[in-house]
Every structure is written in C-alpha cells, then in structure tokens.
C-alpha cells in the first residue's frame, strides 16, 4: 500500500493533492486520489476540484533491463462556477533500469476528455542515484499541439518507503513546481 501528498504550481495554478494505493494482486496496482487548487490567472476566486482513480498493471518488471506495462486513468474536474470536465487516459509505461542505477522512463499514451479534443500525450524522464539516499530526476512530457515541458529535481529517501521530492521546471510560457512526501507499507 502507499499514501502520497503533494503540493503544486502549473502557472497560476497551485493546490494540493493526495492519493492512496493498493496492489491487490501482483502486478496490479489500484490508486485513489483527491485534489483541490485554485486558479489564479482565470479568477482569483475560480476554485478547482478534482477525484479520480487509476489501474496500473505491470506485467514485466526487472531489477535491472526493461519493465512495462499499462495504466488506465479517470478524472473527474470541477471548477467553481462551470461545468464539470470528466477525462481517460490509457498510456503504456517503460522503464529501463541499469545494472550501475540510473533509470529511463518512456510514457507514450492517448487522452480523452468529454466535450473536448482528445490527444496523445508523452513523457521521457532519467533518475540518477547521486548517493544511497538521494536521486537526481529531469524529465520532460508534453502533448499533442503544444511544446514540450521540462522539470529537474531530487528525490530524497528518509527512510526505508519515506521519500520525499521537489522540482521545477518550464514549458509553454509557464513556471511548474512540485513537491511531495510519498510512504510505501
């Protein structure tokens, strides 16, 4: 099981988020999450919040060499004074993990949302243990018609399943930031 709390910047948006999980067969993982933000360029008042839910299945895993698998995503977005916005995700995930520690991940999926343009989206990221407790992480991920986002940061393991992390980055006229604490049992 896991639990996961984080705060978040994408532009003139910043809120909080939490998720639970469960691997309730192997392979398997079941994610719940909770978020709420506010959006700052739209209305200082425009509130947002979010639920959803993911199903990760990974049937290929390895301590060194590829793992792979999919996950599937719903969402559901509400904000203040519109409209409800309800999306799925299906994305195929890889990783690439060397024998000396670093790790390469590959996302490549497809979005779908009520009511809008559906688009595929994609993420390419490197984490290199700098130390037995602290990783460096840079990635970048984007969609379809717009350029491409890219954030740098470390991840820092507390104790055995306590990590926590921050990054930042840019990407389309945009500052993002992240930072979270994440506790697997």
């Known amino acids: 099981a896991k639990l996961e709390f984080g705060w978040s910047r994408d532009g003139g948006v910043r809120g909080f ?11 398997v993982e079941v994610e719940v999450g909770l978020g709420r933000a506010k959006d700052r360029d739209a209305d200082h ?4 919040r979010a639920v959803g839910a993911a199903l990760k299945w990974i049937p290929l895993q390895a301590e060194a060499g590829l793992s792979a698998g999919l996950k ?23 990783t690439w993990a060397f024998e000396q520690g670093p790790r390469v991940h590959l996302n490549l999926g497809r979005g779908w949302t009520k009511g809008d343009e559906d688009l595929n989206f994609w993420g390419l990221g490197l984490d290199v243990p700098l130390s037995e407790q602290v990783d460096f992480v840079v990635e970048t991920f984007g969609e379809e018609h717009s350029g491409p986002d890219r954030q740098v940061g470390l991840r820092y ?10 990054a930042v980055g840019r990407g389309n006229g945009r500052t993002i930031a992240n930072a979270g604490v994440a506790w697997e049992f």
């Open 17 to 27: 988020e939490g998720a639970a999980g469960f691997g309730p067969i192997d392979n």
């Open 157 to 166: 393991t507390i104790a055995e399943g306590v990590k926590v992390s921050a």
């Open 45 to 48: 008042d425009a509130r947002i």
């Open 72 to 94: 599937y995503e719903y969402g559901r977005e509400r904000v203040s004074g519109e409209g409800t916005a309800r999306a799925h995700s299906l994305a195929g995930l890889a």
